[in-house]
């Protein structure tokens, strides 16, 4: 890491067994590894029953990623600070501490931490079994910054609330309207894909060329607040991509833990280390 310290926070099943599955966590803008698990009220910790896997919540660079977007003026950014090497040196003494296997390393990240996904698939997919990104799109190809090597299919599991005010769902610039605001406290800018043309790409990038099915999720609160549409990309040899449109929902994390109200509605309905379980077919070694 070129002499850099940075720091992580480990979650570990009870029963450890070599050849197990890791899950790396990626926090969002001003966070770290810790305010993200609180974010979430830990409930992604519970993919070490779910999946029987170690969990490692990241910690960026002052509380940023150096991701896929081309125009951030971040200081992991700006430092270029090298993140996807950090993610591949965790791997690595996780592998050498805990025994994971290299073949099932899955990544999970929130909007800067879902850039930073983004940007490991596509340079370091290899790396990776699969991805999780929630409330982040792909970069508009005048804003994506990447590296060069041939594209690796994997699964991707993407989430994207339908009133995100940060991120919109329909694409455009970060912020939206406020975007001149959103750039001055985030120090993002430039154009991204809608949501939906974001899971389009990520299936043509996995040679899919059959058309979506859609499916709707089942409400288990009762609530009406918030809803849960699927929109599946599927195709016999070929890694799947599916697109949760959370309806209603904000700049949130899925969940039984609700974000505070400007971050908009979080939805109950969606238990993320579910989804994330059911998706990969993961279940406890």
Known sequence: MAGQHRTYTLVTPRELRPGGRLVLIFHGSKQNGGKFRAFTGGSLDSLTTEAGAVVAYLDGYKGHWNDACADSRVAARVEDVDDVAFARAVVGALERSHRIDRSKVYAVGFSN?????IRLVHESSDLLAGATVIA????????????TVPAVPIPMLLIHGTRDRLV???GGRIGGRAHRLARLMFRVG????????TAAYFAARNSIDRPPSTRKLPQHDGSRATSVTALDYRQDGRPPTTLYTVHGGGHTVPGPHPAPRIMGRT??????????????????A
Do not use: D, K, W
């Not at 982040?136 to 590296?147: I, L, V, Y």
């Not at 309905?269 to 406890?284: C, D, M, Q």
């Open 168 to 170: 919109p769902y329909a």
């Open 267 to 284: 939805c109950p309905n969606l238990n993320l280390a579910e989804a994330i379980s059911a998706f990969f077919a993961l279940t406890p």
């Open 190 to 197: 430039g154009p991204f894909l809608s949501a939906p043309q």
């Open 113 to 117: 931490g879902g850039g930073m996904v």
């Open 136 to 147: 982040a799109t792909q970069p508009a190809p005048e804003n994506f910054r990447h590296g």
